[in-house]
């Protein structure tokens, strides 16, 4: 039975739900998709749903049969963190990433279950195929034509503050609940970025604590907050999330495991958005202004506008990668970064 919404949670407006009947039907509501929305019981046939719905220790039992042998990594947070894996106070990370086999993690998830104020322990993101043996194939969505790569996320209680990916995604929560807090993607001003460079997991993170806001620090959040929507989700529900959509995601449960699928529209041949703007910071941002406003000319004229007037004017087989890139063009243009970078 979910609990009831408290705090900054309660006023929320709640993401849309709709149903599907076949993978066809699903496969066409991705695809037609601009915003969230849940599919109630999507995933509710799996064994690894049903196993967690006698126990967590159940759950726990039929996803280790299924384990390689294999060191896995794992965050472990400090019991003062309430399940927050976070920043700490002199801008460190408020947990310890090690590595250990599964039977060990478990085992300590089994002592602490249920004990106040316990570490918190987190797998995140980790590889279906790679990590396990059978546990994809007999617990999955079929994503028809896409190639999405499928990931675990395991562990107690916690708290990951509001981030983006860059691909599509289907959140799928096998055991426990999770509530996910989503954003367009146009409020990343009002949800206050953290560094680019220092990250809890690899992307820019949201610095307000959404169960304290500090709202004299963080006026704007109020904004990004009329704009949010929440999604409490129980084991067997599922969640789309489209690409560079923020979210904010609790485990609730003592013992909480997520299956995901991300997966790009956009040719895998294609260079990555981030890296663009990284470069961009060590290149352009601190020009002198009338140098960076140069530069945001020509990016409108050849990436964002990118009209008729950029290559009309220049022979066909002339244009390089000034045409629609190939993964051959791709290839050669990312070569030429490659040299240039190593300089």
Not at 21 to 40: G, H, K, N, Q
Not at 89 to 94: A, F, K, Q, R, Y
Not at 308 to 325: F, K, N, S, T, Y
């Amino acid at each position: 039975m979910a609990e009831a919404r408290s705090g900054i949670f309660a006023e929320m407006a709640e993401v849309r739900k709709i149903a599907v009947d076949s993978p066809a039907d699903l496969d066409l509501r991705l695809r037609e998709a601009t915003t969230p929305f849940i599919v109630r019981g999507l995933i509710a046939d799996w064994p690894m749903v049903q196993a967690g719905r006698r126990s967590s220790r159940a759950a726990r039992d039929y996803i280790q049969r299924h384990a390689r042998d294999l060191p896995f990594a794992v965050s472990v947070g400090t019991p003062d963190s309430r399940g927050r894996l976070f920043y700490d106070d002199t801008h460190g990370m408020n947990f310890q990433m090690l590595r250990a086999k599964l039977p060990e993690i478990f085992a300590r998830i089994d002592a602490n279950e249920g004990t106040a104020d316990a570490h918190a322990i987190y797998l995140a993101s980790i590889d279906l195929q790679q990590f396990f043996a059978g546990l994809h194939e007999a617990n999955h969505v079929d994503l028809g034509a896409r190639t999405p790569l499928a990931s675990i996320w395991m562990g107690t209680r916690t708290r990951i503050a509001a981030h983006n990916d860059v691909p599509d995604n289907l959140a799928c929560v096998a055991v426990g609940r999770r509530r996910f807090t989503v954003f367009p993607r146009d409020q990343f001003r009002n949800l206050y970025l953290g560094p680019v460079d220092n990250t809890p997991a690899g992307r820019a993170v949201s610095m307000v604590d959404f169960h304290d806001p500090d709202y004299a620090a963080h006026p704007r959040f109020r904004e990004a907050l009329a704009h949010a929507q929440v999604a409490e989700l129980e084991a067997g529900d599922a969640l789309y999330i489209p690409a560079m959509w923020w979210h904010h995601v609790e485990g609730l449960s003592d013992f909480n495991v997520l299956v995901n699928y991300w997966w790009r529209e956009s040719p895998r041949w294609l260079g990555q958005p981030q890296d663009a703007l990284n470069h961009a910071m060590l290149a352009i941002r601190d020009l002198p202004a009338d140098e960076k406003q140069h530069w945001r000319e020509m990016f409108d004229h050849y990436v964002f506008t990118n009209g008729p007037d950029v290559m009309d004017h220049i022979p066909e087989p002339a244009r390089g990668v000034l045409a629609p890139l190939t993964p051959d063009t791709a290839g050669r243009l990312r070569a030429f970064l490659l040299r240039a970078l190593s300089r």
